[in-house]
């Protein structure tokens, strides 16, 4: 057999392995879309059209703008089970003996179905990145209104200097906003404030913050009110025309969830979380930044960890290989919010609770590789 002969052979049989591992990809696809969406989506989708809240056509765009946040979890889903199945079978019809009997080493055999894997990879990464942000937006996720958003202003020696309280806003406008000014006078057991400012009315113009319709309530250094006096412009956050964008966007994007932003999105706002020392946050949306980045290489590990449970003598248990792939699907899912707790709450550095599960995943490639001797 010459060199172009065994290499048409290998190319073949590349075609035959990549057709069988795509084509049982996309049916689990479909099936883990289907099983996501129907139990909760579905039904309250169902719900509105009976009620007449919505018409058909807009059950049908709720449900199609569903499918971008659950292809991103199912991607790597898909090619685990489609791996598995591929290869059970192949095992089953004694076809990977065979193989493995002419030279073929297993690795060698599953190098297409890895391929595949950073494909799939890359295709995980745009639809987590482009794909959900846009479906969420539409969806109306990324609506701010009807909830607090708190920023206390610091002297350059960190201590407080005002506070600033929003009732509800919207993208260009806000309402019933609360400002307290901190007194200059510093006692050991509390803080005393020189003015609560108190207007229905505001909006950010290029360098500040204006406030209309401003009721100001004076205090005196013993926290005794004293005057009332009404201002038509109130100047909060002015001369720093940065500074007042900063926070503008902060409090837009407070109730935003991580879905709606793409990844220069999260970069950006986590930057601003950071300058604005809210901890928590910061270290929540570093997390999922390191995530959307790390998450899609599981397309590649799930085609590996796939590969290898699938492989197995003839006449082994089947249901041995599906059991684990089942374990490690609900074992990735479900562990996720707990590292994103962790890392929220500073246990774990963001970028250890993002990655610990890859590391988990290759440590698994080796003990599978040594326990079925691959």
């Known amino acids: 057999m010459n060199n172009r002969t065994k290499k048409l052979k290998l190319t073949l049989l590349d075609n035959f392995i990549l057709s069988q591992v795509f084509g049982a990809t996309i049916v689990c696809l479909i099936l883990f879309i289907i099983v996501w969406i129907a139990p909760e989506t579905l039904f309250k989708v169902i719900k509105k059209v009976l009620n007449d809240h919505i018409s ?13 946040k659950v292809l991103a979890k199912a991607i790597p889903v898909g090619i685990l089970l489609g791996s598995i199945f591929t290869f059970d079978r192949l095992s089953k019809n004694s076809e990977l003996s065979i193989l493995r009997g ?4 297993f690795n060698r055999i599953m190098a297409p179905v890895i391929c595949f894997g950073v494909i799939l990879s890359v295709f995980c990464y745009i639809v987590n990145d482009k794909l959900v942000p846009i479906a969420s937006q539409k969806l109306g996720e990324s609506k701010g209104g009807g909830s607090h958003f708190v920023y206390i202003v610091e002297n350059p020696d960190k201590t407080p200097k005002r506070n600033i309280i ?28 020189k003015s609560i400012v108190f207007s229905p009315f505001g909006k950010k113009e290029k360098n500040c913050w204006m406030l209309y319709d401003a009721l100001i309530y004076e205090i005196n250094d013993d926290g005794i009110y004293e005057n009332i006096i009404h201002q038509e412009k109130y100047p909060i956050l002015d001369g720093d025309e940065k500074k007042a964008q900063e926070v503008w966007d902060l409090m837009l994007n407070t109730t935003r969830k991580e879905r709606v932003f793409t990844n220069h999105q999260i970069s950006r706002y986590s930057k601003l979380l950071k300058k604005a020392n809210f901890s928590d946050e910061y270290r929540y949306f570093k997390t999922k930044l390191y995530q959307r980045y790390l998450h899609p290489l599981t397309c590649i590990l799930f085609a590996i960890i796939g590969c290898m449970l699938g492989f197995s003598p003839p006449r ?12 490690i699907i609900f074992g990735y899912y479900i562990t996720l919010p707990f590292f994103d707790l962790l890392a929220q709450k500073g246990v774990l550095p963001s970028f250890v609770a993002a990655g610990l599960p890859i590391v988990l995943f290759i440590v698994s490639i080796f003990i599978i590789k040594k326990v079925k001797d691959l």
């Open 316 to 327: 082994s248990q089947r249901l041995v290989g599906f059991t684990v792939a089942v374990g």
């Open 102 to 105: 002419i030279g073929l080493s």
């Open 166 to 193: 929003v009732s509800n806003f919207s993208p260009t406008e806000i309402y019933d906003i609360t400002v307290m000014n901190f007194s200059n006078e510093k006692y050991s057991d509390a803080t005393t404030f």
């Open 56 to 68: 058909y056509l807009t059950a049908l765009k709720l449900l199609i703008l569903e499918v971008p």
